[in-house]
């Protein structure tokens, strides 16, 4: 979706991306722009108007892709109001997807899960593999979020090591320990693509697709 965050920059970019995870063999994206209050003002609005963009790209183009959209929160009182007023975007079955602060844990962490679920919601944590303050190889963080209803998107580009090697040890951790329930690709730019396509060869990846606990497939 162009130019509402740090993703793709235009339509042509869109279309760039699009046909690669097409040609990986995707047949459905939902894509995931960030709100993120103060650096990415988006809105149900201005996300549906990107959609029926990307959606007219692949008439256009004649893509047999089909597009959703949602959003990525960040976890901040913004999204916590949005949450009270039940106003936030979800996908499948009131799935929220959110995302952590990289650097601290927050307090409020298992607070919100129980209020999201209370809301109705079923939330699901962005790249859990990617907050450093969560690895452990006993798993006893992650476990205790999975205790509160917590489901886990893994970023397949985690498995390659195209953040860190601690990042790609949690990607196989979480995946080892059947902890994985949705599988994303967080494909910004053209050059993502390639590493999509190793992430998808990775031993990881296959034992996900196999472990029988990914939801993506519910979601088409
Ligand atoms: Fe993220």
């Known amino acids: 979706?162009?130019?509402?965050?740090?993703?793709?920059?235009?339509?042509e970019e869109s279309l760039i991306l699009l046909q690669g995870l097409h040609a990986a063999g995707f047949r459905k994206c939902i894509t995931t722009p960030h709100i993120y209050a103060g650096l990415y003002n988006n809105t149900p609005e201005?996300?549906?108007?990107?959609?029926q963009r990307l959606k007219s790209i692949c008439t256009e183009h004649a893509l047999p892709l089909e597009v959703e959209a949602a959003a990525e929160y960040f976890f901040d009182h913004h999204f916590f109001e949005l949450i009270s007023q039940q106003k936030v975007l979800t996908f499948g079955k009131q799935y929220v997807l959110f995302e952590l602060p990289l650097n601290n844990r927050p307090a409020m962490l298992e607070d919100m899960v129980f209020k999201m679920c209370l809301n109705g919601y079923?939330?699901?944590l962005a790249h859990p593999e990617?907050?450093?303050?969560?690895?452990?190889r006993k798993m006893v963080e992650y476990g205790k979020l999975k205790d509160r209803g917590l489901l886990f998107q893994l970023n397949l580009m985690s498995l390659t090591g195209h953040y860190t090697e601690p990042i790609r040890s949690a990607a196989r951790d979480l995946v080892r320990h059947g902890m994985v329930e949705f599988a994303g690709t967080d494909i910004h730019r053209e050059k993502h693509l390639p590493v999509i396509r190793k992430a998808m060869e990775d031993s990881y990846y296959i034992e996900l697709l196999?472990?029988?606990?990914?939801?993506?497939?519910t979601l088409l």
């Open 122 to 124: 079923q939330p699901v």
């Open 130 to 136: 990617r907050y450093p303050f969560f690895h452990d």
């Open 210 to 217: 196999c472990s029988g606990k990914l939801l993506n497939n």
């Open 1 to 11: 979706m162009a130019g509402i965050d740090d993703g793709a920059k235009s339509d």
């Open 46 to 51: 201005r996300i549906s108007s990107g959609l």
